[in-house]
């Protein structure tokens, strides 16, 4: 395959969260780093589970857990830093993943599960990996967690 074709085929980092593979676009993801000395301070944000610093920068690290498998996510071994972009909001987080990312090339397929933040899936060697909306899957975990505190703070 020519060089000029290879490029039109789009590329993924998949990675893992808990149990669960899945990917986001490669143009979304700046870095994967080992865990790096994580700072906690007091704040109401349940998706932020601390910050790190990096390259000069204040990193938020988002925990996806609460919208992908229904619980935080497991302890991490490394941090997906991505660019989170939108009307909003353009700035860098990272995201707790359980093992190594795999860079692959693939034709997205119409998504398998019924999750909004779900926009397709790709085939890695007959797994179908769903391919998350960055951004909305950010928003599910959070909306996830601030009705479980909610529903915490009800109770008598």
Known sequence: MSGEKESLVPSFVVFQIGNRRVAVPRDCVAELIASPVLFSFP????????????????????????GLLGAPSPEARFYLVVERRNPSISERCAIPVQGECELVSGI?????????????????????????????????????????????????
């Open 43 to 66: 704040h109401t944000t349940p998706l932020i589970t601390g910050v790190a610093l990096r390259r000069g920068r204040i990193v938020p690290i988002l925990d996806l857990g609460p």
């Open 108 to 156: 997205m397929l119409p998504a398998s599960a019924q999750n909004d933040f779900v926009v397709g899936c790709i085939d890695l060697n007959g797994e179908q990996i769903d391919v998350l909306d960055l951004e909305k899957a950010i928003a599910t975990s959070a909306r996830i967690e601030d009705d479980s505190i909610q529903t915490v703070e009800a109770l008598p």
